[in-house]
């Protein structure tokens, strides 16, 4: 009983202690000009949706939960961001070539397609993520004319 009060209090302190690590906010105060909302015409509802489902973890603006002030999820949080962002940061897009957007515009479209894209993980919390079958569609369609129209 006394090695289990041991490792409850080390247990206590340590989540204590990491609650002072710094944690990194992705969040910028203007919106770029070369973000893909702003160099595209996007219709309001495919708008949204890229919002709603795409934009915490692939721009330069996350809405952050109430846990993300919360070791050791904050650091989950912080390493999901710059994971995303490497793949695809939208507050980038007009910096990337014309061949690499139509790359990346086929990547979404397959990810969308194969439902490996909003994460599962994401979803759980944010259900307003999730895409109905008519808005996958619709997403999928309007991305395909935009990397045809490229």
């Known amino acids: 009983m006394k090695i289990l009060k041991i490792i409850a209090v080390v247990l206590l302190i340590a989540f204590i202690g990491i609650q ?3 944690k ?3 969040k910028s105060e203007t919106t770029s000009k070369a973000d893909f909302l702003v160099v595209n015409k ?4 495919i ?3 890229l919002q709603v489902s795409c934009y915490d973890c692939h721009s ?3 809405r952050y939960p ?3 002030k919360i070791q050791p999820a904050a650091m989950f949080l912080e390493n999901h961001v710059k994971g995303g962002k490497k793949e695809l940061n939208f507050s980038e897009w007009d910096s990337l070539s014309v061949r690499r957007k139509k790359s990346k515009l086929k990547a979404i479209i397959n990810q969308l397609k194969d439902d490996q894209m909003p994460l599962s993980s994401y979803t759980i919390i944010h259900t307003d993520a999730k895409f109905t079958v008519a808005e996958k569609q619709e997403m ?5 004319q935009k990397k045809d129209s490229l």
């Open 60 to 62: 330069n603006n996350t």
């Open 24 to 26: 990194q906010i992705n």
């Open 66 to 68: 109430w846990y993300n």
């Open 42 to 45: 996007v219709p309001a509802n």
């Open 47 to 49: 708008k949204n949706k």
């Open 20 to 22: 002072f690590l710094p």
């Open 140 to 144: 999928i369609q309007w991305m395909t």
